[in-house]
């Protein structure tokens, strides 16, 4: 094997022994696992589903921490830098503890010569976990990547699974139907084990799977709730209440979804992580994701968010629509080849005047022509403009010289969109032109 001395090296090794493979069975990965040795002396959580995964992971994170926890998180895809998929104790690893847990997984993966096939993904978690595994931490979140039942995660057996909303999304390898892509999703519950499911309509597998298996279901709507008004929230839940929380850090309607499941699950394992409602109350007023609904203040003003599916685009229309009135939205967007972008740039569409569709440094993506052709397809507002650049940058300036202070840009699409703008730092304007 070559000299690999960088995380870049590591990581254009696992592109190169596998760089379409998409094998979805979970032995070899288990086997991998058992040769390293891999196994947790701590609580670990799950958190499956097409939306809101990474916010409720956050949630969980900032609560656990200022209750006093260790905790670690792995989620995926990353923004910008390979490294931001996992943090110990609230900080993002260094490369140089990644690269030593990629040459255990190397070791383990071809050890006495007999050499198991594992996919970029299934590399990259094992040496997370293997990270994470090593790190004496107190409690383990785990993002479950784009499935669940045969996701590299769902090795581990959970002491808690978090479904959160569960929406058509990567349907080539997950099903065309919700009911198909929530047996899927489902594949992360135990027997016996909580498993909290926060969509408020789920598909029926998920309920059926969890009564098949005799998981302890914890069902929104069934086993807890929220109500709320202007000006803060409550929670209830099996034995559990939070009254008069103020609303949490990340913004948008659907956060307050997501953070019923949070609440949910921190009861179902207080009995192993007891927590305060003052960790509860600083934890959510103190989390942090980008790219979620992330609102830049500044003249134009700023919004980034990773909304890619129909059912993010909506809830990302809505929030916007809630922002108040701006003269004219500019949006940046750019996704991937195998996305239905008709119904996305419909539902957002009402509310955009000028579009600016973009490249992805990613052979998977969708050039901006196409999307440009995608969008001119199915237009029916003779006032918005369209245009396509070479990448999220550069379609980000074009937006930039053409607004005005008091307009809006909002960047949306893939995580290569909105990672594209916050590479060199989170941009923030200041009115540097104005309307003739």
């Known amino acids: 094997m070559q000299n690999l001395t960088t995380l870049d090296d590591w990581l254009a090794h696992c592109e190169r022994l596998h760089p379409t493979s998409i094998d979805m069975g979970l032995d070899r990965v288990r086997t991998v696992a058992e040769r390293m040795g891999l196994k947790f002396d701590c609580p670990v959580i799950t958190v499956a589903g097409t939306n809101g995964k990474g916010s409720t992971c956050a949630m969980l994170e900032a609560i656990l921490m200022e209750a006093g926890y260790r905790t670690g998180v792995y989620t995926s895809p990353h923004l910008v830098h390979f490294e931001e998929r996992c943090r110990v104790r609230g900080d993002i690893v260094g490369a140089t503890d990644l690269i030593a847990n990629f040459a255990r997984v190397e070791s383990a993966r071809s050890q006495n010569g007999n050499e198991i096939s594992l996919t970029y993904f299934e590399f990259t978690t094992l040496a997370i976990l293997q990270l994470l595994a090593n790190a004496k931490l107190d409690v383990v979140i ?244 369209a245009s396509a650049y070479k990448s999220p940058d550069s379609a980000l300036q074009a937006a930039v010289k053409a607004a005005n202070p008091t307009d809006r840009i909002v960047v949306f699409g893939s995580f290569y969109t909105v990672g594209g703008i916050l590479k060199n730092g989170v941009p923030r304007f200041s009115a540097p032109h104005f309307s003739a």
């Open 142 to 385: 785990l993002e479950v990547g784009l499935g669940g039942r045969l996701d590299a995660v769902n090795i581990l057996d959970a002491d808690c699974a978090v479904i959160t909303s569960i929406d058509l999304d990567h349907m080539e390898l997950l099903g065309q139907t919700r009911e198909a892509i929530g047996f899927e999703k489902a594949g992360i519950m135990r027997a016996g084990r909580p498993v909290v499911v926060s969509d408020p309509v789920p598909p029926q597998s998920v309920l059926d799977h969890a009564t098949a298996l005799g998981a302890d279901l914890w069902r929104f709507g069934n086993d807890f709730n929220f109500s709320g008004d202007k000006l803060q929230w409550s929670w209830a839940g099996r034995g559990r209440r939070y009254a008069g929380l103020a609303y949490p850090a990340l913004r948008g309607a659907n956060q307050l979804v997501n953070a019923s499941g949070v609440l949910a699950a921190l009861t179902a394992l207080r009995d192993r992580l007891p927590i305060t409602a003052q960790a509860v109350r600083n934890g959510l007023s103190l989390v942090e994701l980008p790219g979620r609904f992330q609102i830049i203040p500044g003249q134009p003003t700023l919004v980034l968010d990773v909304a890619h599916n129909p059912h993010s685009v909506a809830a990302l229309t809505e929030n916007l629509d809630a922002m108040g009135f701006y003269p004219c939205t500019h949006a940046v967007f750019g996704a991937m080849a195998d996305k239905d972008v008709g119904p996305m740039l419909a539902r957002i569409g009402p509310l955009v005047d000028k579009w600016y569709f973009t490249d992805l440094p990613t052979p998977r993506a969708a050039t901006g022509e196409a999307l440009c052709a995608a969008w001119q397809a199915g237009n029916t507002r003779t006032d918005a403009t």
